[in-house]
């Protein structure tokens, strides 16, 4: 880890991007101090033409702008960036927790235990993603709760298959057979000798599949289909901001368009960073 950590931070585009979330992050978290609106109150002195008077001013109070509804952009940009990094790193986390645990015992025990649970792992990712998640919020209902489920239940798929392959090579390493040979149990061989030596990789793959489960969320969203009112994301105010350029609301797209890409692209260097700091090949 001190090998690794040390090659991460001489990467300066992962050292950019990680101050860059850093004040994304502290936007989300101080931003409502110093918002005039809330993200569900509606100024309807800007209801009635919000191409001429909706624009960004900050003696309105509106400094993004106003949304189609009269409601602050400012306000809903803060909340709809909050919720899309809470998608990312909560969907992250399940991933990791379910695709390392479901990986760790297919691979370890192998045999007819693992013949099972990889089969059902096949047949999961044959079935569209996208149409599992839709199919989830359809049937359970659009909630904050639900969309995390529904893009945590398919995200650790492709964890488990990497988790499998790598805990196969690592049970007939010399080290795994020494612990067997002293006597160790199984379940503090995993705990104390596998699971330390996948972290490399698993910390790696969580930090790439971030972005991967935004750009889920957003599509859902952008669909009609993910958080409903008056909660909302990235994707749904993109969505909201498409609809209406027509009519010369540039300013509803952008500003939440701006956020969007500055976490993707953040979380991918920085995927990238831990790749290479991870990789055996620079050592």
Known sequence: MRDASGRFFKNKASIVCMLVLALITLFVLIGPQFA??????????????????????????????AGPLGRDLYAR????????????????????????????????????????????????????????????????????????????????LTMAR???????????????????????????????????????????FASLLIPDLILAESFISFLGLGISEPYTSLGALISEGAGTMAYGTLWQLLFPLFFYVAIIMTMFFIGDGLRDAFDPKDR
């Open 162 to 204: 990497i988790v499998r392959a790598q805990t196969l090579a690592l049970k007939s390493r010399e080290f795994i057979e020494a612990a067997r040979a002293g006597g160790v149990s199984e379940g503090v061989i995993i705990i104390r000798h596998i699971l330390p030596n996948l972290l490399g990789i698993v910390i790696v």
């Open 36 to 65: 005039k609106w809330n993200n569900e109150e509606i100024d309807w002195d800007v209801l009635g033409d919000i191409a001429e008077l909706g624009g960004p001013s900050i003696e309105s109070g509106h400094y993004f702008g």
């Open 77 to 156: 940009t803060i909340q709809a960036t909050g919720t899309s990094l809470l998608v990312g790193l909560i969907g992250a986390a399940m991933a990791l927790v379910l695709g390392t645990a479901w990986g760790v015992i297919a691979g370890y025990y192998g045999g007819r235990l693992d013949n099972i649970m990889m089969r059902f792992v096949d047949v999961m990712q044959a079935i569209p993603l996208t149409l599992v998640i839709i199919l989830i919020l359809v049937i359970a209902g659009r909630s904050f709760v639900t969309l995390f489920l529904a893009l945590g239940a398919v995200s650790w």
